[in-house]
């Protein structure tokens, strides 16, 4: 079955004086999914889910919410739900009343509250905190008490602004299964700002990278990682190695470029160029072989093997080509332990269809 | 604890104790002697015969209770008036805040003495005020607004109203202003969001700002004095009235033990209902206590009650309004709060910054009082503030060589004690900050006049040294509060690093840490300079004969005939402050940019 359309945003902009925060960017959200709005600070990631949530007015554009035009619609009646940076809870409430509060604004009975707020209390584990104020828990139980205030009214679109980038590795791996399971459990629509890419990659069905006010690649996460269409999208996620070359001959989706060193690569290419053209190639690390003989590679780059750092499961092996620029490969440790020395002249190896060639400078 | 680690402990902090002794010596010591005479009759015997006195007539309980009604009424006033702007203060960008900030402050660092001038420019019976309205044709006849309690109420709350929004600033800066946010994305309206959420967390501010309000108006004179009438006398009036006039030191002290008990019996309640620690403003830790208190007695069910009551009638009006007019989710809302917010604080701030500017064109009149509009153009009361004859040269310079001093020795005394309460943990140390900002709470009449009564002893009155060591006792307290944000907004890693690089204590003071604070330190050594060089109370009884400064001076010539020639004074004072004060807020700010 075709999901719904849960939220539209169609070309909304919004500037801050001179500066364009967001430049006039759409997206289309369906029914049950994770979007993870991703970028950098200053990305635009921020102000777009402020002008869904009603916090900003964007000066052009419009939002739409299960297909009601809610552009300028105050937020306490757009009925979506939402979880803070640093939280937000009122410390001068309780739990209690913290959790309570979008209940009474809603109008309902004193033991429907109550019911509710121990309800979703035990939902995020913390049954016995009601009477304590926010001050006296730690940052993760903060945490689960701003998503359970936020799940208690059951809102169909839950919007996230980077709600785990206070807290510690450990805590915020386990947060975000929890939030994950509470996602699929309860079946609700959630935009996440965060500008962690992993985090993104691990959380969402879709990824929405975002760059200067505009969106670059929007995809599921493999997509982006495999597949980026930009400079920008290729080098913010994951680690790559790119260079430019000129494009020297294309056979169907293959091209081969030359770069300026003389080395001939082969990759794919989605878009159309001519020959002759600058483009960027792209190589992952992790789809690089190293060895001590050329093999039977697509593609090869000779060289010097300048530096071998082994961190914990993987191993980094930096190769200085002829022209002095360098290339890295990983591998998981062990597999070629002792056989390679720093300085030994070795061979970078990939398959042609790991490469990815895109335009841009 | 052995005793000679407790040893050990005590001299560690060494550098604290000049500033204790001094206040020992010029705050404690004059104060008791003033407490002996209040307890001694004619023979020096010990008697309760003055404070008896205070409670046989009508007279003193009735101006005690004047005082307490203009104090509660100045304070009520500036919390109304004052809440806008703060609000708007704390919810603006940045750099709008302080260009705002400054015309808040403007009265707060005018002199005393020119802004009750101004009032007396605008208020009087052919004053702009009743110029403006007749000829805009709403009276017909000149109503009274000068020299009667409204008088009285505009002075004082146009003097201390920017110290009120000061204070709630302080605590609303450190409002999440995603709390509100919050609070809209949960469904709550505007108005619940505010009565909810927003008052209640400002409410320590509005709680410290309605105390130092209440507390320093007690110890008021100069506007009831200028501005009011006899119905208006406030209670240091009568202490002056009885060292002035009577020489009556014993019942002056007991008036003054009665006037210093009411602060105090103010401070214990203040502490009993809300605690002291939120005085700090912005203590967010101690927000919790002081609210899991709260909630417990019945008061504070009533107090919550009425504020989710306020909420609800707003949310109420909010939602009849949505039914009358319908809304267009395609069309951006005119945001009618924000902007009614804007006109009320904008009222305010008008009427803060502007009355202080209706002296210039004053001083220029040919007439030979104070009129408005004023008459022609003419220079003739600047000449005569330069004749030969004239005290206000040597007045002017006496006030600065004072003030430099008094700000000298204040900084001398307090940045070693202000050093050690922000880094030194030691015992009994909210005790001793108390101690030593108390001057600042304690009615200045009361510093005077025993300071009178010691340095009379010793010789010291209408010297330049009498003054300068009453004006420290003043000042250093200021001077301690602002070297204290100073160092704690500096990163104490800095001077660890330089430790590390091997300097020691006092290079690392000197190279590292003092040029860092530099602009902070200039700061508050202005700060000083500017409360000495418009202290009015401690000149009044510490100068004498020919010895006297300016606000000493304009004082004088106030209390016989107010006339154009203080109006060029006042003029002339306007722009030396508005000088001073600019440089040192610009020293300020580049400061705490630095280690911001």
Redesign the interface.
């Known amino acids: 079955m075709e999901r719904q359309v849960k939220l539209q945003a169609k070309n909304v902009r919004k500037t801050y004086g001179p500066v364009v925060a967001l430049e006039g960017t759409s997206i289309d959200l369906l029914e049950g999914e994770f979007l993870t709005l991703l970028g950098p600070s200053g990305s635009g990631k921020t102000t777009l889910l402020m002008a869904i949530?009603?916090?900003n007015?964007p000066d052009s554009g419009?939002i739409w919410i299960d297909g009601?035009?809610?552009?300028?619609?105050?937020?306490?009646q757009?009925?979506?739900?939402?979880v803070?940076?640093?939280y937000?809870l009122?410390?001068?409430l309780t739990i209690y009343e913290n959790i309570a509060?979008?209940l009474k604004?809603?109008k309902m009975s004193k033991d429907a509250i109550d019911e509710q707020v121990a309800r979703v209390l035990s939902t995020v584990q913390l049954p016995d905190v009601q009477e304590r104020?926010p001050?006296?828990l730690s940052g993760g139980q903060q945490q689960r008490i701003a998503l359970a205030?936020c799940f208690v009214?059951e809102p169909s679109i839950i919007?996230m602004d980077e709600p785990l980038g206070a807290l510690d590795k450990k805590l915020r791996d386990s947060l975000q299964r929890e939030i994950k399971h509470l996602h699929n459990n309860l079946g609700i629509t959630v935009i996440y700002v965060t500008h962690d890419q992993e985090e993104a990659m691990v959380m969402s069905d879709r990824v929405c990278l975002m760059n200067e006010g505009r969106i670059e690649q929007i995809g599921s996460p493999s997509d982006l990682y495999f597949r980026p269409e930009s400079i920008f999208a290729a080098d913010f996620l994951g680690e790559s190695n790119l260079f430019a070359g000129k494009v020297v001959s294309q056979v169907a989706e293959g091209m081969t470029i030359e770069r300026a060193d003389g080395v001939a690569v082969s990759g794919i290419c989605d878009t159309q160029v001519s020959n002759g053209e600058t483009v960027h190639y792209m190589i992952r690390p992790e789809n690089i072989r190293v060895s001590l003989d050329k093999g039977s590679e697509e593609n090869l780059a000779g060289g010097k093997l300048k530096e071998t750092i082994m961190i914990g499961q993987l191993t980094k092996y930096f190769l200085e080509l002829a022209d002095e620029s360098e290339l890295v490969a990983t591998t998981l440790t062990g597999s070629q332990k002792g056989s390679l020395q720093d300085g030994d002249q070795v061979y970078f190896g990939w398959s042609t269809s790991d490469a990815r060639i895109m335009l841009g400078t | 604890m052995n005793v000679s680690k407790k040893w050990r402990r005590l001299v560690r902090i060494w550098p604290i104790y000049p500033a204790v002794l001094f206040l020992l010596l010029l705050f404690v010591y004059p104060t008791a002697l003033l407490v002996g005479l209040s307890v001694a009759d004619v023979d020096g015997k010990i008697s309760v015969d003055h404070y008896a006195r205070l409670f046989e007539g009508e007279l003193y309980t009735k101006v005690l209770l004047i005082t307490l009604k203009v104090a509660a009424w100045t304070t009520a006033f500036a919390i109304i008036a004052g809440y806008p702007v703060a609000y708007l203060l704390a919810n603006v960008k940045s750099s709008l805040r302080n260009t705002l900030i400054i015309w808040v402050l403007l009265p707060f660092w005018t002199s005393f003495l020119v802004r009750t001038f101004a009032w007396l420019v605008l208020l009087g019976r052919k004053g702009a005020i009743n110029d403006l309205l007749i000829a805009l044709g709403i009276i017909d006849y000149p109503i009274k607004i000068i020299y009667n309690f409204t008088g009285v109420m505009i002075g004082m709350v146009h003097a201390l109203m920017p110290l009120c929004v000061l204070t709630m600033l302080a605590v609303m800066e450190n409002i999440d202003t995603n709390l509100s946010k919050a609070a809209g994305t949960l469904g709550a309206r505007r108005g619940q969001a505010f009565w909810r959420i927003y008052f209640p967390l400002s409410l320590p501010g509005v709680a410290a700002g309605g105390l130092l309000i209440f507390v320093t108006s007690l110890g008021f004179f100069i506007t009831p004095a200028l501005l009011g009438s006899a119905r208006e006398t406030m209670i240091v009036q009568l202490i002056m009235f009885q060292i002035d006039s009577m020489l009556n030191w014993g019942f002056a002290g007991a008036i003054s033990m009665l006037l210093l008990g009411t602060v105090l019996v103010i401070f214990f309640l203040y502490d009993r209902w809300l605690g002291l620690s939120t005085l700090s403003g912005g203590a967010q830790g101690k927000t919790v206590h002081t609210e899991t208190k709260r909630k417990e007695g019945l008061g504070a069910r009533v107090g919550v009650g009425v504020l989710n009551a306020l909420g609800s009638i707003c949310a109420g009006f909010g939602a009849l309004y949505d039914k009358l007019v319908k809304r267009d989710p395609a069309r951006p809302r005119t945001d009618y709060s924000r902007r009614s917010l804007w006109i009320v604080a904008g009222l305010v701030i008008f009427f803060l910054a502007a009355p202080t500017f209706f002296i210039v064109p004053v001083s220029f009149t040919e007439e030979g009082f104070l009129s408005w509009p004023p008459k022609g153009f003419s220079l003739q009361w600047y000449e005569s503030l330069v004749a030969e004859l004239s005290p206000y040269p040597a007045a002017f310079g006496r006030s600065v060589i004072v003030a430099l001093f008094a700000g000298f020795f204040a900084m001398l005394v307090g940045v070693p004690a202000a050093f050690m309460l922000v880094r030194k943990q030691f015992f009994g140390k909210g005790a001793v900050f108390a101690f030593l900002v108390s001057p600042i709470i304690t009615p200045h009449i009361i510093l005077a006049i025993s300071l009178f009564y010691l340095f009379a002893k010793l010789h010291l009155i209408g010297t330049y040294l009498g003054l300068i060591l009453g004006h420290t006792v003043v000042t250093m307290p200021y001077v301690i509060v602002t070297v204290m944000a100073v160092i704690k907004n500096y990163d104490l890693r800095l001077d660890q690093a330089a430790w590390t690089l091997g300097a020691g204590k006092i290079q690392t003071l000197r190279f590292v840490t003092f040029p860092i604070i530099k602009g902070g330190l200039i700061a508050a050594f202005m700060f000083a300079f500017i409360i000495s060089f418009d202290e009015l109370t401690m000149a009044i009884y510490l100068t004498g004969g020919e010895f006297s400064t300016l606000p000493k001076q304009m004082w004088v010539d106030a209390v016989m005939r107010v006339n154009p020639t203080l109006a060029a004074v006042a003029t002339v004072m306007l722009l030396f402050m508005s000088a001073i004060i600019l440089v040192s807020e610009f020293l300020r700010r580049r400061s705490l940019r630095r280690i911001g």
């Open positions: 949530a009603g916090l007015d419009e009601e035009l809610m552009t300028y619609t105050p937020s306490h757009r009925g979506l739900g939402m803070f940076q640093n937000a009122f410390p001068h509060f979008p604004m809603r104020f001050a006296e205030r009214y919007l």
